[in-house]
Every structure is written in structure tokens, then in C-alpha cells.
């Protein structure tokens, strides 16, 4: 069972800068995507960033231009650095990976314990 290992967040005036990183553990094949959903109360969890591995990227529009999602490859580790915060980028953020456990094996989903992001002046 992959674990994902979730560190970055906090709180943060309108503007301000915070960064998320989040490093698997487990048994890792190859990994298709990773990166991160945001959730707020009463609200569905939602695509903020996402790497995959042909090395594209997809950001959500909301947070397109402020936030940088990167993938350190050798040690599976994705971050995401969020710049110009906003006060509804408040919410609690997940690490999501897709990966594979063995080659020819079925894809597999993992998420992150959250995290919580609070911006608020």
C-alpha cells in the first residue's frame, strides 16, 4: 500500500506564498499522475494541479498563472508552489497520485491525509 507523505500549508495573508510537497512510499512501478485536489466544506474535491508522465501539466483556470506544480523525479516527490494568494484558495489540499504496483498491473489511486491552506488577512 503506497502512503503518501503530505508537508507545506498553513495560513497566509491575500498575496502571500505558501508551498505544498507531498513524497510517496510503497511499492511504485511507474507513476501516471500525481498532483493535487483542493476541498472546501460542503463542496466536492476538485483538480487544483496535475503532472503526468509524458510531462505535461493541467491547472485548474482559477489558480492558472499563480501556482507551479514540479516533479522531482528520483525521489517521486511533487510540489506545488503557490504564489498571489487569494482568499478562496482557502481549503484543504490533497495529494493524489495514480501509479502502477507492478508492470502490467492495474492502475491505482492514492491519496494524501490533506492539508490545510488558509489565506486570510
Known amino acids: 500500500q503506497v502512503r503518501l507523505m503530505e508537508s507545506g500549508g498553513g495560513l497566509v495573508q491575500p498575496g502571500g506564498s505558501l508551498s505544498l510537497s507531498c513524497t510517496p512510499s510503497g511499492k511504485i512501478f511507474n507513476i501516471y499522475i500525481m498532483g493535487w485536489y483542493r476541498q472546501v466544506p460542503g463542496k466536492q474535491r476538485d483538480s487544483v494541479a496535475l503532472?503526468?508522465?509524458?510531462?505535461?501539466?493541467s491547472y485548474s483556470d482559477s489558480v492558472k498563472g499563480r501556482f507551479t506544480i514540479s516533479r522531482e523525479t528520483n525521489q517521486n516527490t511533487v510540489k506545488l508552489q503557490m504564489d498571489n494568494l487569494k482568499p478562496e484558495d482557502t481549503g484543504v489540499y490533497y495529494c493524489?497520485?495514480?501509479?502502477?504496483?507492478?508492470?502490467?498491473?492495474?492502475?491505482?489511486?492514492?491519496w494524501g491525509q490533506g492539508s490545510q491552506v488558509t489565506v486570510s488577512s
Open positions: 503532472t503526468y508522465d509524458s510531462g505535461q501539466t
Open positions: 493524489y497520485l495514480v501509479y502502477l504496483e507492478y508492470r502490467g498491473g492495474n492502475a491505482l489511486e492514492a
